[in-house]
């Protein structure tokens, strides 16, 4: 019996570990123990590979060495970001508690942001999207019309569910007239696209690792020169007092060596996902009731994204469905416990919550081939299918049981 091919598309979950990020990882941890902080050899030896791995993340994002707080990856720097800014500008003027933030950010941005909201006393100003998930440029400048009583605008580089790139430079410089702020959650994009941080006029910038290649528990906050953040953690007082907690030596090479390899890679990786991406959704919009979202193909859209929603089916029977089949995918969007939700990105962009629950997300890495994406056009109509009769048949017991509930309420 020949083994099933496994079609693994869903890297803007989590991509799988780059050889030159495993072979940077075994290499560091194999020279031996070593605290970042210790004055000895060992110590002095892994400050080296902190600091150099720091060197080379900020040249290859335009940034300063300076600039970058290593963290443990995109929750914390998105959490980082927005508490230990919010803080810092309201502490110096109490006036700035306004929180500027597009409806699709990503529940690490949202929830802090809802946090802050409830306990901090933080106002929040939310900038709807288009059909295709980008902001509206008016309504962002409406909104920052007065920036007296703002801290800080929060604008994802690119969206994790239906991949589109937001307009962050006109946003920067937007926010900048009014002399607030701006922090970009960059974790979908570093790696994807052709990201500077100088170029960018971000204040704030979250990527993660194992986004691109590198290891999960590894991540990065650059802070521009002169930015000042509360520190959310108390304690040894490393990055410059902004992240006390001992620095991970292997996990910053391996993530600066994954890095280097994905932007060393860009220039012919980026037309090829998007050639594989293009195939995948001329395939699966032929499905009947499949309607591809998200921005068209181009430099508005992440080069590895495909979304589409699937009328008449729940995005989570199909996952299964297609899993067993072969093909490993995502809804793209949380549950919260346990309960799928609706997308709040595809509510924002204008889907009914029924639209809304037939979602499901394709997304292409560095591992992706042509028969990975032969096989979920393949798989994706018989899914569909069967999807349709359980639903149908879920709907028909529904339907015949319903007058019995009725009549008993
Ligand atoms: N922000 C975006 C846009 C993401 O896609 C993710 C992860 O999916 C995160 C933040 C959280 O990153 P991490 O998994 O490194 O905590």
């Known amino acids: 019996m020949t083994a099933q091919h496994r079609a693994y598309l869903d890297h803007a979950s989590t991509t799988a570990l780059r050889p030159e990020a495993l072979q940077a990882y075994v290499a560091e941890t194999a020279r031996g123990a070593g605290n970042p902080s210790s004055l000895h050899s060992a110590g002095r030896r892994a400050r080296v590979a902190v600091e150099e791995s720091r060197e080379a993340l900020a040249d290859l994002l335009g940034a300063r060495p300076g600039e970058v707080v ?20 309201r502490d110096a003027d109490p006036r700035r508690r306004r929180i500027v933030l ?64 937001q307009p962050v430079a006109a946003a920067a ?9 701006l922090h970009t959650d ?16 971000a204040d704030l910038l979250s990527l ?23 520190p959310l953690q108390q304690g040894g007082g490393q990055e410059l007092g902004v992240r006390s ?4 030596a292997p996990g910053v090479r391996a993530t600066a060596a994954a890095l280097r390899a994905a932007v060393a890679a860009l220039p012919g990786e980026a037309p090829r996902l998007a050639a594989l991406r293009d195939r995948l959704l001329a395939g699966v919009s ?18 590895g994204n495909a979304h589409v929603t699937v ?22 969007s949380a549950c919260q416990a346990g309960v799928p939700q609706p997308s709040h990105v595809l509510l924002a962009m204008g889907l009914t919550p029924v639209q809304a629950a037939g979602a499901l997300r394709f997304s292409l890495g560095w591992t992706s081939t042509e028969a990975d994406v032969d096989a979920a056009v393949a798989a994706l109509a018989p899914a569909v299918e069967r999807a349709r009769r359980a639903s149908g048949s879920r709907a028909g017991r529904a339907h015949r049981r319903r007058p019995v509930l009725a009549g008993g309420s």
């Open 102 to 165: 597009a409806a699709t950010e990503h529940h690490a941005v949202l929830d802090c942001v809802e946090w802050l909201q409830a306990r901090e006393d933080a106002v929040v100003s939310w900038v709807g999207v288009d059909a295709t998930g980008r902001v509206d440029p008016a309504e962002l400048a409406a909104v920052l019309a007065d920036g007296t009583d703002v801290a800080l605008v929060s604008l994802m580089w690119a969206n994790n569910e239906v991949g589109t790139v």
């Open 70 to 89: 290593w963290t443990s990856g995109g929750t914390e720097s998105d959490n980082l970001a927005l508490t230990g800014l919010y803080r810092a500008r």
């Open 286 to 303: 032929q499905v009947p009731g499949a309607v591809v979202r998200g921005a068209e193909p181009g430099p508005g859209r992440l080069p």
């Open 311 to 332: 009328e008449g089916c729940e995005g989570d029977s199909l996952t299964y469905l297609l899993d067993a089949a072969g093909v490993e995918c995502s809804t793209g």
């Open 245 to 248: 907690g001992t620095l991970d």
């Open 173 to 181: 410089e937007r926010a900048h007239a009014v002399g607030v702020p």
């Open 208 to 230: 993660s690792a194992h986004k691109f290649g590198g290891p999960v528990g590894t991540g990065a906050l650059l802070v521009r020169r002169g930015t000042t953040l509360v």
């Open 186 to 201: 960059a974790v979908q994009a570093v790696g994807h696209l052709p990201v500077d941080f100088t170029a960018s006029g």
